[in-house]
Nanobody, 123 residues
Framework: QVTLVESGGGLVQAGGSLRISCAAS????????MAWFRQAPGKERELVAA????????IGGDSVKGRFTIDRDNVKNTIGLLLNNLKSDDTAVYYC????????????????WGRGTQITVSS
């Protein structure tokens, strides 16, 4: 059983940057693909970015390409997301998730989930 705990969310102005992190524990998180999803009020959960177990390959949502970067540290068992040039549309709860397969674009393919961290972008 893998446990995921997000941290680092908060309030940021439009155009600003933020980095959020996810700490993984239990099981073997280094063998899993990791991802960040987000969900805004009234909207479906959407993939932000994902990285394979080795950290060599990444996929990302079209709305964040060129602005958000996912990374992972398999020694520390952490996953990060650097968010640049934030927009009001980026306001959402951001979730860390883990899957056995990569690439995986659908939330249904992810077996483990954190509780999420809120990011609010003010205009």
């Amino acid at each position: 059983q893998v446990t995921l705990v997000e941290s680092g969310g908060g309030l940021v102005q439009a155009g600003g940057s933020l980095r959020i992190s996810c700490a993984a524990s239990g099981g073997t998180p280094s063998s899993l693909a990791m991802a960040w999803f987000r969900q805004a009020p009234g909207k479906e959960r959407e993939l932000v970015a994902a990285v394979d177990s080795d950290g060599d390959n990444r996929i990302g949502g079209d709305s964040v390409k060129g602005r958000f970067t996912i990374d992972r540290d398999n020694v520390k068992n952490t996953i990060g997301l650097l968010l640049n040039n934030l927009k009001s549309d980026d306001t959402a709860v951001y979730y860390c998730a883990a899957a056995r397969l990569f690439p995986e674009f659908s939330a249904t393919g992810y077996e483990y989930w954190g509780r999420g961290t809120q990011i609010t972008v003010s205009s």
